[in-house]
Nanobody, 118 residues
Framework: QAQLVESGGGLVQPGGSLRLSCAAS????????MGWYRQAPGKERELVAS???????NYADSVKGRFTISRDNAKNTVYVQMNSLKPEDTAVYYC????????????WGQGTQVTVSS
């Protein structure tokens, strides 16, 4: 069964760090791009960062210089290292992947809560 499994969320103080991980199941092959989105209460879901199979990255302006996305293709896993966290980073973070040959599929993880608060 194709699925994305996220881990690493939690509660952290402002200025702290967290690393989120997202592992794609073995049935997900030919991944084109993986990324992280987030959704805060009352707001729309927004892109945080993405990385292509070739390693090209894209970041939201609000996280540039603080977050770093990386990918282990052998493990079908994507990470986002989040440093200098701010209260406005509080949200549910969702992993996302686009994959396939011919027929292109996109899939979402279940989400993991990140709360930045003192």
């Amino acid at each position: 069964q194709a699925q994305l499994v996220e881990s690493g969320g939690g509660l952290v103080q402002p200025g702290g760090s967290l690393r989120l991980s997202c592992a794609a199941s073995r049935s997900i092959v030919n991944i084109i791009v993986m990324g992280w989105y987030r959704q805060a209460p009352g707001k729309e879901r927004e892109l945080v960062a993405s990385i292509t199979s070739g390693g090209r990255t894209n970041y939201a302006d609000s996280v540039k210089g603080r977050f770093t996305i990386s990918r282990d293709n052998a493990k079908n896993t994507v990470y986002v290292q989040m440093n200098s966290l701010k209260p406005e980073d509080t949200a549910v973070y969702y992993c996302h992947a686009i994959y396939g040959l011919g027929q292109i599929v996109d899939i979402w993880g279940q989400g993991t809560q990140v709360t930045v608060s003192s």
